[in-house]
């Protein structure tokens, strides 16, 4: 019995205490000049139940429009890569007939086309992996590279460069 009575009376001031209205507390300062305008709680500026600004840069995605692509991503170095390249390039050239010059310049080509994705440059990567298809049909990784590239640009509604718009790696400066 002494349980229910100590809970209900913990109980009644509880619910007391919920239902009591927010009173605002004014400033004592003396120094402080008397403002006119109404006394607001935090609840009168909160934006929690606005809709987000739309960006009119983006257009509606039920709307079909694409946006053009743009080359982005994080510079880096693809010398070693761009050496391999011209390297098989010249070995192919010295051995048009050799299938494996050229599926040598395929490799070249998707090693730096997975650097590049890595990178998150995938307009530049996008052409290494269709030179790559050029040089083996056969190269499935590349094909499913291409795929995927293609498939993250229709996410974000955005046209993907065509075959030979593709753009050459972002600049790399090496820091001194």
Sequence with gaps: MKRLLIFGSFALAFTGCANRAPQAVENSNINSPQRPEKIQTVAGHTTENENPPM???VPPADTGTK???SQSGNPIDTKEFDDRVVKAEK???ARPKEGSAKTNLSQAY??????LTDARQ????????RRAVKFDAANEDAKGWIDQIISIYNSINKEFPKEGEEPPPLPFKKEK
Excluded: N, P
């Design 55 to 57: 960006d009119k840069s």
């Design 67 to 69: 946006t053009k692509w």
């Design 91 to 93: 070995d192919l050239k």
């Design 110 to 115: 998707y090693e730096r086309g997975m650097a």
């Design 122 to 129: 995938y307009a530049s990567a996008l052409g290494d992996f």
